[in-house]
């Protein structure tokens, strides 16, 4: 143990002092004497090779005890439930991730209680560590076991059954690797810290070039992480993603009828759709599998789609993807669904499904494709594209539909799931808004950072949740979390135009968000939703980063929970719809036509 209370089994020189950043003898940042000279006090050239610690010892073989009992805490922690069952991978990656913030949390702590009582770093007693190896042992035992058990209730809850045994045991693994690398990076920046600002020493004062040195370095990090990171990342994930766009899916071939973009007489060449394109148009079911299930008559439906390669930019795309709705009569049918894609330009399947079944195949659909990367990686880098594609998409489709007769006008619906919502919404300003220019709207998993939903659901009546918020008496809109059971509020009229959210109270993506780092949600302080634990807790740090694990994995959960919505939404069609004559036994064979049963 070193003199300043970490562990290391070669006693390291003053200027490397172990306590991440804080120089206790009150040297410069650097580590040496105030006056500039050598740790040791030598001139330039004492010392050798051997008697300098390796750089694992440097970056991550040293460790403080303010900081291993941060670590502690914030990985024990890390077990508890989040929305969604984490598998033994992602449990080993979280915990190595908060532990590492938990050390960095401890460290920093220590140094401040430090600097406010003025005086040096105290080396910890032996004693010390004993009593924090044997509280830590069984705290992490503890921890593990009860995050089980946990997991068997979340799986349970959803009826999960895939458990991988080998990444559970793996996951104590994984945490300390991901959290060694984790802490050589951050003394990797407190390396750069400490070099430029002995640098900066030799034109300003110790206390100021320490200020500028943190600044420098923090401002550098971020333009990295921020822009030459996230750029590379996204430019990569583009470039992998347009390879899959350039393909056909297996079994696809174009329409040949004029009823969809790329069939016969289409303005949008079939090769231009892009991969989730050619599916949507060749997608959906007849007029004969309609009038098989409903048991009447029935139309062909229309479905008109313009992908990234269909035209330059966003507006051209919508004017294109509006005139192929026109020709092929798609503002004759007496209901028009404006849906917004994910990111992928991915539309699901039930969603447009469901539409035409319970129309009866008197609907055209209309969207179009503004990315090439999946909606969880939109959901960060893609976010001004889906505004632009959803704004640009309804303007085209409402300006058209404004020329015709009033009575010759079809009703007028608009739709997005995920990304495809946020988009979607981009179009309207309010309450209002979607009242007078749409005849409905439905909207499945919106984000969090949606603007009209985090108005509505902050603007909620008082006593209502926000995992199942009222909203000025659900006039207009409303949210569900099973569009099956009575929407709240039942007991108040829902007259005119219907505003649908559906969201799960277990979906990550209706609920992540940034400020989840230092403030509890309501949805967390308030009583749970049917399909998330009431172990679930807000904890600083811990809870953000067990939100943002579940993202990438929220449509891997059985239907009705997370983020897959596909059997909510012929309920919540039927509630915004309202469609004359249709019983409880039109719906469940409709719904049994769309998942297979």
């Known amino acids: 143990m070193d003199g300043t209370g970490s562990v290391g089994v070669q006693v390291a020189p003053p200027g490397d002092d172990g306590v991440d950043g804080v120089d206790p003898g009150g040297g410069s940042p650097s580590g040496g004497s105030p006056s500039g000279g050598s740790p040791g006090g030598d001139?330039?050239?004492?010392?050798?090779?051997?008697?300098?610690?390796?750089?694992?010892?440097?970056?991550?073989?040293?460790?403080?005890?303010?900081?291993?009992?941060?670590?502690?805490?914030?990985?024990?922690?890390?077990?508890?439930?989040?929305?969604?069952?984490?598998?033994?991978?992602?449990?080993?990656?979280?915990?190595?991730?908060?532990?590492?913030?938990?050390?960095?949390?401890?460290?920093?702590?220590?140094?401040?209680?430090?600097?406010?009582?003025?005086?040096?770093?105290?080396?910890?007693?032996?004693?010390?560590?004993?009593?924090?190896?044997?509280?830590?042992?069984?705290?992490?035992?503890?921890?593990?076991?009860?995050?089980?058990?946990?997991?068997?209730?979340?799986?349970?809850?959803?009826?999960?059954?895939?458990?991988?045994?080998?990444?559970?045991?793996?996951?104590?693994?994984?945490?300390?690797?991901?959290?060694?690398?984790?802490?050589?990076?951050?003394?990797?920046?407190?390396?750069?810290?400490?070099?430029?600002?002995?640098?900066l020493e030799r034109w300003i004062g110790a206390r100021s070039a320490a200020v500028v040195g943190w600044i420098a370095v923090a401002v550098a990090v971020w333009l990295v992480v921020s822009g030459v990171l996230l750029s590379t990342l996204s430019d990569m994930a583009n470039s992998a993603f347009s390879v899959k766009n350039d393909t056909t899916a297996e079994g696809v071939e174009?329409?040949?009828?004029?009823?969809?973009?790329?069939?016969?007489?289409?303005?949008?060449?079939?090769?231009?759709?892009?991969?989730?394109?050619?599916?949507?148009?060749?997608?959906?079911?007849?007029?004969?599998?309609?009038?098989?299930?409903?048991?009447?008559?029935?139309?062909?439906?229309?479905?008109?789609?313009a992908g990234l390669e269909s035209a330059d930019d966003s507006e051209a795309r919508a004017a294109l993807a509006v005139d192929d709705l026109a020709r092929a009569g798609g503002f004759e049918r007496e209901n028009l669904l404006v849906m917004t894609t994910t990111g992928s330009g991915w539309v699901d399947p039930a969603a447009v499904d469901s539409f035409e079944y319970i129309t009866a195949g008197d609907s055209a659909t209309v969207s179009m494709q503004y990315s090439y990367l999946p909606s969880w990686i939109s959901y960060l880098v893609d976010q001004s594209k889906a505004r632009d594609a959803g704004r640009d998409l309804f303007d085209a489709v409402y300006d058209r539909w404004l020329r015709l007769p009033a009575d010759e006008r079809p009703r007028l619906y608009?739709?997005?799931?995920?990304?495809?919502?946020?988009?979607?919404?981009?179009?309207?300003?309010?309450?209002?808004?979607?009242?007078?220019?749409?005849?409905?709207?439905?909207?499945?998993?919106?984000?969090?950072?949606?603007?009209?939903?985090?108005?509505?659901?902050?603007?909620?009546?008082?006593?209502?949740?926000?995992?199942?918020?009222?909203?000025?008496?659900g006039r207009t809109v409303r949210f569900a979390n099973d569009a099956a059971a009575d929407i709240p509020p039942a007991d108040k009229p829902w007259d005119g135009t219907r505003v649908l959210y559906l969201m799960h109270p277990s979906d990550p993506i209706v609920w992540w968000s940034p400020d989840l780092i230092f403030s509890e949600p309501d949805w967390i302080r308030e009583v749970p939703g049917d399909d998330v634990l009431e172990d679930m807790v807000w904890l600083p740090f811990v809870t953000f980063w067990q939100v943002s694990a579940d993202l990438p994995f929220s449509t891997g959960v059985p239907g009705g929970h997370g983020h897959h919505y596909t059997t909510e939404y012929v309920d919540g069609w039927n509630a915004v719809l309202q469609p004359e004559g249709m019983t409880d036994a039109d719906l469940e064979r409709i719904d049994a036509a769309l998942t297979g049963d």
């Not at 104590?172 to 400490?194: E, T």
Request: net charge positive.
């Open 254 to 305: 174009a329409p040949t009828t004029g009823l969809r973009s790329g069939g016969p007489d289409s303005l949008v060449p079939w090769d231009t759709l892009g991969y989730e394109g050619q599916k949507f148009v060749t997608g959906g079911p007849s007029a004969q599998e309609i009038t098989e299930v409903i048991g009447r008559p029935a139309s062909e439906p229309i479905r008109a789609y």
């Open 43 to 199: 001139g330039p050239g004492s010392g050798d090779a051997a008697a300098r610690p390796s750089w694992w010892r440097r970056y991550v073989g040293r460790f403080t005890l303010p900081g291993c009992w941060g670590a502690l805490i914030l990985a024990c922690f890390s077990f508890t439930p989040s929305l969604l069952p984490r598998g033994g991978f992602l449990q080993g990656l979280l915990c190595g991730i908060t532990a590492a913030i938990g050390y960095g949390l401890g460290v920093w702590f220590a140094a401040m209680w430090r600097a406010l009582a003025d005086r040096p770093a105290r080396p910890a007693r032996p004693r010390s560590w004993l009593v924090f190896v044997v509280v830590g042992s069984v705290a992490v035992v503890a921890a593990f076991a009860a995050g089980q058990y946990w997991q068997h209730e979340i799986r349970a809850l959803m009826g999960v059954t895939e458990y991988n045994l080998v990444l559970v045991v793996a996951s104590p693994v994984i945490a300390v690797i991901v959290f060694c690398l984790l802490l050589a990076l951050g003394r990797g920046i407190r390396s750069a810290y400490r070099r430029l600002a002995t640098l």
């Open 414 to 473: 608009v739709a997005g799931e995920s990304l495809g919502s946020f988009g979607g919404e981009t179009a309207f300003s309010g309450e209002y808004d979607l009242r007078n220019r749409t005849s409905g709207t439905l909207f499945a998993g919106p984000p969090n950072f949606n603007t009209l939903f985090a108005e509505f659901r902050e603007g909620r009546d008082a006593g209502s949740r926000a995992s199942e918020p009222v909203y000025k008496d």
